[in-house]
Structures are given as C-alpha cells and as structure tokens.
C-alpha cells in the first residue's frame, strides 16, 4: 500500500474493443485512485465501460498499449498491467474477488462446492489438501453468516436469486481478497433482496476492512458507498453531489 | 483439484460424455475383436502349418543326401534335439478314382519317427473319437459311430503304419496317406466335418459309368506317377505304381489337404531310385594293349576291371524337433554346428556346409509366404478398422467441442476465480482421459466377452437371424479364434485411451485460450 493509502491505482487506461472490423474505443485514459478500506461506487451509462474498467482493475483484460503513452494499474504499488499470465492468475485468485450481476455459479456444483472452488484455484492440488478444513470451515462460516447454513448441499438451481448471490459473494470472500470488485450485484434482484444483499456486504466490508468497487446504474444504491465516480465518455468524473 | 470436482461433475450430469464413452468402448471393442479373431485365426494357421513339418527341416532337394541315418544319429544324440526323421518330397501325378489325374506333392516318410517329430497321428482324419467336434451338435460325425468304431481303429491303425490289408491277396501292402481334400469325396458340412462319399464314378469310353469305391481308406487306391532320378538327381523314366490308401489326414492347411500324398519312404526311394544300390565302376586296364572277351557278345574288348561298391540310401528332407523349452533358431543353429560335423565325417558323399546354409531352415521359413499374407491380411483389415475407429478421435472432438462451447461461461467464471490457462486446459484433457479410461475399461471388457463367447454369439445369431458370418465349409477351421492376447488387450486399451486424449487437446486449447470476459459474456 502507498503511503497515501492507495490499494488500486488506475492511470490513464485506455480500452477499445474490436467489432468486426469496427473499432469501438470504450474508456479514453481513466485515472482512479482507490483507498485501502473505500467503498466506490461506479456509476454511468449502460455502454459506458463500468464493468470494462471492472474487468481491467480485476486482470481480467489488459488496457490498450498505446504509443508514448504510459498506462498503468497497479495493486499495493505492483503494476498489475505489466505481470505475466501466471501472475496475474494468482493476482486474481489471492487478492481481488468478483461478484457478478448474473451471479455465474457453476450449475453443477452445489453451494459448499461452488464457494470452496475459489480455495482449491488458490492453493492447488496440495495446498487444498493441506487447508481443505480451514478452507471448508471459512466457507460454512461465510454461509452460516449469509443465512445459507441449511443450503450447502443445494445447488443453484434450487436457490433463489438472492440465494445464489450470497453464494457468489461467499465465493469472492472465501481466499480473503483485498478488494472485492462487484458488477451490478444487485441488478437482477428486488429491491428487498438487493438491499439485504448490500446488507450483507457491507457488514463483512465493515468487519474485515474491505475494499470494493461497485458498478451499479442505481443511484440509491450508489448513495449508500463511501465515494461515487461516473464514467462519462469513458474518462472518470468525481461526482461529490452524491 | 477442482478439474478432479468438476470432471466427476461433468461425467455424472450430461449426455455427451456417456456418448463419449459408448464411442471409445465401441471403438476399443472392435479392434479387440477383430485382432484376437485375425490374431487367433493367424495362430491356428501357423500351428497348421507347423503340424507336418517339425521346428528345421534340413533340406537338398531333388537328388538328396545319403547316410541321413547318420545325421538323424547326431541329431538325436544332441540335448538340444528331441528326435528327427527321414522324408522324401518330391512332386508326382496321381490318378484319381474318378479318372482324374492331379498333380500332388509327395511325401515320403518313415511313420514311426515323422510321428515322433510331427502332429502326422493328430492330423490322421478317419480313427474313432469319444467326443463330436465343438458344432457337431447332432453327433453326426460318422467316427462317433460305435458301430464303426472297430473299422476306424484299423484306418487308424493302416496310417500309423501306412500299411493295408489286401483281402484278395491276403498280403499286408504299403499303403498311403491322402489329404482329406484331395479326391473331393468328403464333403465338408457345415458342422466343420466330413460326410464321405462311399462311391465315386469313373466315366468309360462307351459313355457308361462305372461305380467304383468312394471312401478311400475301405478299398480305394490311385495311380501314382513320379519321374525317377539317376545318380545325379536328373530325372529319367517315369515310374507308375498303384498306392491303396490307408486313411486321409487334414493338416488344417487347406493347399496341404488338397495336393498332399504320404506314402512310406521306402516306397519313395524306390520309385525315385534314391534307395540304397549297388554300384558298378568300370575301370580300363592300365595296359591299352590287353585285351578280353565280352562275355555278353563275345567280341573281343579292352581289358577292364569293375569296382562293385554300394550307393547309399538318399532322402531330400531330414525334419528336426526341439527339445522342450529350446527356441526354433537355437535349434536352427545347433542343426548347422551338427550338419558340419556330419558333412565333415562324409566329405565327398554330401553337400558341404556352405551348400547347405540356406537349406537349414525353421518351419517358419517354409511358411512364411503363407504366414506373411495373414499376417499382411490381418495388418490390412486393423489398418482399415484403425481408421474406422480413428473417427473416434473427432468424434470424441466434436463431443468435447460442443461440451466446451455449453461450458464457455464455467471457463470465465473459473478465469475470473484465479484459473490459469494450463489449468482450464488440463481440465479438458483430464475429462477426456477419464472419459477414455471409462470407455476403453469397458470396451476391452466388452472385447473379451464377445470374443471370449464368440462362437455361441455365432450360433445364436445363426439360430435366431439365419446369419452365418464363420462357415467351417469355406474358412477351414472348425471354430472361430476366440483368444484374447493380454498384449493385445493392453495396446487396445492404451490406445483407447489416447484416442479420447487426443480428441480432448483441440477443446482444451480452445477453452485455455478463451479470452475470460467473453466467455463470463457468452449466452
């Protein structure tokens, strides 16, 4: 972490998507800070690179490279944008977690399985062995927390949409990642639901000093994050009226 | 250790990788088949081949080689070498009970030895038997007759000894061994034996038939016709003589039963003059001048002396079997070492050594021309069948790309966890040799029952769909192989599973180079 608490730096990333032959530019030079802790919230357009900027932040995609131009992401002061593969699989598998709209758990699994997955991608073959208890202790610890403690033998398909995105945060949660990166995690919820889910986000947030980025289009929820930016025209706009 | 999770996921869950499986076990199942069919049908013939030639036959054709008893002496004397025996092969013409006239390879053998060194008493074809032959079902086989059971003891007994008993003369005659195709007389059922024929017909000159006897060993005998050799093993005068014939045999070659007389040795040497003979040298006097009367035309000639001395017996073959336990080529060596010494003993009388290095030869070198095309058969239709199966590998690829298309989003989701590309690759691969082990395992177990029951599978889709794929009538052997080979078993198995291996390698490159936002995108 930098001295001025920085987790996540974002410095002038560009990204452009490829269409056929039709070049769509999607982000033009972002610049984030994200404090150790700090709950952002991103708002903006649909279309308007929320969940591209997500992905990046995540090491799921890489920036453009464009010429004399100097793009960076760096976690904890290591520039994410210039690992190998390898690395930042681990980056991935250690220090981010993912919560996605759609929840995307794996329709085979049941929900124990689904949440220790995250484990075993971690540690390995060995690792797993050797940390499979404290691993499936976490995970009964975070589902009991997230009223799932009935459920484990269940598999997505037996579980409400709320249900599932426990599970999903369960999942993101289970290796202790630094920064917890959500897209629209509550977008195909009610609003009932969607608020419980917050709920439960921001009470393990507040507990264990996690650090989120939320996309969300729903100013309410929006209001409810420590610090919100809008994406206008792919570059970053600090919105203090929030 | 979430590919091991999600490979037992998969397998349990869907549709695809059972159908996978059916088409690896198929694939695994058919080759099996065909090989240990091919393999055993290739096996039986060469035990075939085998059963009239022993493990090396020593060879000088035509002419032959004397003092063999003295060779078959050292042969015999050898730990190496369970016995050896004389024979006399040569081609010859012989006249059918029909008129026909066949051109037939002749062997002629000492009974008792050749017995010793090859399956001749195994292939003796009319002798009585306690049990019917495995598709004999209605125990129809005329040597299951009690009733005859006497009269095929005397066949029996006739080719052991190739002798007959001529009640006309009373005499004890020589007699021969014909192969049970060579008259066309016995006439192979569907059961895998023979129904003899007990009259044949001779076409006359006036247009009338004449009835004479069918079953040869109950009074039938051919013309046999063979060119006689001088002492330099040039053919002079044709030589014919009557054989009775004692028994038939089947080799289970059918070239063998079809063109093969036994007759004994002796007989043999005679008609070939190759038996032991005096030998007259004349030698002119050492005087020209001396002169004497010829005694036969009572002119005056040269005066000469003769040397009287004796031309050995001579046989073309002399057939070595192995002591038990040794190889055909140590025999085949130790029968070279043992052949010098006797060249040695008798320089002069017989070939040398060097004449004779590639005469020595192992019952495989006499067969190979017959083993090689099996051999290339069976090659041939595995090739063909490796091909058939080789469509396993894409279908297999079709099977996993399709699976790896409808798991696209589980690819980004497990991306987005932290799985790297080596991981959702090895994910793919271990799935698909899983799915091999499970389908080769029940392929090969599939192979060996259907092969291990192949003959009652044969039958029953005889008795219920009128199928006969296997007729004794046209294939020769009674039964279908229905060995399976452990190697064999092994190969299959191993490339069974390689087959699903490597129709997993396309989808899991596929799958580890999938960029993960799209794949978390994918609908």
């Not at chain 1, 249900?163 to 509550?186: G, H, K, S």
């Not at chain 1, 507040?206 to 929820?221: N, P, Y």
């Not at chain 2, 007994?157 to 004890?172: H, I, K, Q, V, Y």
């Not at chain 2, 996993?400 to 989701?413: C, Q, V, Y």
């Amino acid at each position: 972490m930098s001295e001025t608490g920085t987790i996540l730096n974002v410095t002038n990333v560009r990204k452009t998507y490829t269409l056929g032959r039709v070049k769509v530019p999607v982000l033009h030079g972002v610049d984030l800070d994200v404090r150790a802790g700090e709950w952002i919230a991103v708002l903006g357009a649909s279309g308007s690179g929320k969940s591209t900027l997500l992905h990046l932040m995540g090491g799921l995609d890489r920036p453009d490279r464009v010429k004399g131009e100097r793009a960076s992401i760096s976690f904890m002061d290591r520039e994410i944008t210039s690992l190998g593969s390898h690395a930042l699989d681990k980056y991935r598998a250690r220090d981010v977690g993912f919560v996605f709209q759609f929840y995307h758990l794996l329709p085979e699994l049941d929900v124990m399985s689904n949440v220790c997955v995250g484990g075993m991608i971690r540690h390995g073959r060995l690792g797993y062995r050797t940390n499979r208890k404290s691993i499936q202790g976490r995970a009964s610890e975070l589902l009991g927390r997230f009223g799932l403690g009935d459920r484990l033998g269940h598999r997505p398909a037996e579980l409400s949409g709320g249900e599932r995105q426990r599970v999903a945060i369960a999942r993101a949660l289970i290796n202790e990642p630094r920064v917890l990166l959500a897209d629209e995690p509550t977008g195909n919820l009610d609003q009932k639901t969607g608020d419980s889910i917050l709920d439960t986000i921001s009470e393990h947030r507040a507990s264990a000093g996690l650090t989120m980025v939320m996309v969300t289009h729903d100013e309410r929820i929006a209001a409810r994050a420590d610090r919100v930016i809008r994406l206008v025209d792919g570059r970053v706009q600090e919105d203090p009226g929030l | 250790m979430y590919q091991s999770l999600l490979t037992r996921k998969y397998l349990t869950s869907k549709l695809m990788p059972i159908l996978a499986m059916l088409a690896v076990m198929l694939s695994v199942a058919t080759i099996l088949i065909t090989w240990s069919v091919m393999g055993g049908f290739l096996k039986t013939l060469v035990n075939s081949g085998r059963s009239l030639v022993g493990d090396v036959v020593i060879t000088w054709p035509n002419v032959g080689f004397a003092h063999y008893e003295d060779l078959i002496e050292r042969l015999e004397a050898d730990p190496m070498i369970e016995g050896a025996t004389p024979i006399i092969e040569t081609f010859g013409l012989v006249q059918l009970p029909d008129d026909r006239i066949e051109l037939i390879t002749i062997k002629g053998i000492d009974p008792s030895s050749y017995g010793t060194v090859t399956n001749y008493n195994d292939t003796i074809w009319w002798k009585p038997i306690e049990e019917p032959t495995p598709k004999d079902r209605d125990r129809s086989d005329v040597r299951l007759d009690p009733e005859l059971r006497e009269i095929m003891s005397v066949f029996e007994s006739n080719a052991n000894t190739l002798t007959r008993f001529d009640p006309a003369s009373g005499e004890t005659q020589d007699a021969g061994v014909l192969g049970v195709e060579v008259t066309g007389l016995n006439i192979r059922t569907e059961d895998g034996i023979y129904d003899p024929r007990t009259t044949a017909f001779r076409a006359l000159p006036d247009g009338g038939i004449e009835r004479v006897p069918g079953f040869m060993p109950s009074g039938g005998s051919v013309g046999l016709t063979v060119l006689a050799l001088d002492s330099k093993g040039r053919p002079v005068d044709p030589v014919t003589r009557t054989i009775p014939i004692a028994n038939e045999f089947q080799s289970g070659i059918y070239e063998v039963d079809t063109s093969t007389l036994i007759v004994p040795l002796g007989v043999m040497q005679r008609m070939l003059r190759m038996d032991e003979a005096r030998r007259v040298e004349i030698v002119e006097s050492e005087n020209p001048f001396e002169m004497e009367r010829d005694p036969d035309t009572g002119e005056m000639r040269p005066k000469r002396r003769e040397i009287v001395g004796v031309d050995p017996a001579r046989a073309t073959n002399v057939l070595v079997k192995a002591a038990k336990g040794v190889q055909v080529d140590d025999a085949q060596a130790r029968c070279k070492e043992i052949y010098a010494e006797f060249a040695a003993a008798h320089r002069g009388d017989v070939p040398g050594p060097m004449q004779m290095e590639n005469q020595i030869r192992t019952w495989e070198d006499l067969n190979a021309t017959m083993i090689n095309a099996v051999k290339k058969e069976t090659g041939l239709v595995l090739f063909v069948f490796g091909i058939v199966s080789f469509t396993t590998v894409f279908l297999v690829l079709a099977i996993f790309w399709s699976m790896a298309s409808e798991k696209t989003k589980d690819i980004g989701i497990l991306r987005a966890l932290g799985a790297s590309t080596g991981g959702i690759a090895w994910l793919w691969i271990r799935y698909g040799t899983v799915i091999g082990l499970i389908g080769a395992v029940f392929g090969t177990a599939l192979g060996y029952v259907i092969v291990s029951n192949i003959n009652a599978i044969h039958d029953w889709l005889g008795r219920t769909f009128g199928l006969t794929i296997w007729d004794p009538r046209q294939y020769y052997f009674i039964e279908i192989p229905s060995e399976v080979d452990l190697s064999k078993a092994i190969i299959v198995f191993i490339v069974g599973v390689l087959t699903c291996v490597l129709g997993s390698l396309l989808p899991a490159w596929r799958s580890a180079k999938m960029d993960p936002v799209k794949a978390l995108r994918f609908e």
